[in-house]
């Protein structure tokens, strides 16, 4: 996944966004255990939404100061919830690895070496996590395939890549036993991969152009200087909000106990706010998520 599923920081209340980051920093803590040290840097939003869908069903853990090797003075809170954390740290691994042979499929040999070689540290991690999740690992391997078919004869259907993508992303809670709990999640994270591959296809979308590389949108609409026309950028809003709606509704059929108000914020106004940035070129994956920015606002008032 992408970094694109966050909380707008300046809708959620301190005690959630308190409640977030530790769920954050345990899922970076419980990296570490299960995988390595070098699986920690694996750790990201997208991974956190997981974890709070599929803990939702059952009161919150508890929380405990831990060390964090990115801070030297101090505790961080993390959440204590090994049983929870560990097939959303596998799913976190085969990801990650499955991120980087993408990677070095679509580099030459010189450009793809520093992804060999992350391949070479990261292989005994997967191998680890295929065998907790092989049903997963499978599903993306196949998924993956069907996907790069796709893109290798340049399809313009934004309906069927986003698919197959998608249903990687469902395939997250395919582990978890109570169909009552599993079907909403499904939808959610269904929806939410769709989502996901529309905002990184229109965020990366000028890059591709240049390159020369794949996006469905070069195909499915007309592209001028790597931008969409006002209609198509309509249109392509049109899609993630039907998405964004859907996940809502099935968000609301799902049970929870815990993180509620998390993650009504990241499916009403996370996505929202994230692919507004991403239309207007205001999105950066790598800026700070804990920094509350009221200083870049649009017409809506969203801050983003």
Known sequence: ?????????????????ESYHAAYCGLCRALGKQYGFRARFLVNYDMTFLYLLRSSAAPACGVEPCRCPAKLCGRKPCALDTEGYAPVCACTVILGYEKIRDNLRDEGFFKGLPYRLLRLLYRRAYRKAVALLPDFAAL???QLSALHDLEAASSPSIDAVSDAFARIVAGCVDDVSDP???????????HTGRFLYLADALDDLKDDCRKDAYNPLRYRFSVEEGSLSREDLD???????????LAGAALELLPIMAYRSILENIVYYGFPAVFYAVK????????????????QSDHTGETI
């Open 1 to 17: 996944m992408f970094g694109y599923v966050r909380p707008r920081r300046d809708l959620l209340e301190q005690s959630a966004f």
């Open 140 to 142: 993306c391997a196949g």
């Open 180 to 190: 009552g709990l599993r079907r909403p999640m499904e939808q959610i994270l269904y």
């Open 235 to 245: 249109y392509l809003s049109q899609l993630t909000d039907s998405s964004v709606n």
């Open 280 to 295: 207007t070129g205001r999105f950066q994956a790598k800026e700070s998520l804990w920094k509350k920015r009221n200083d």
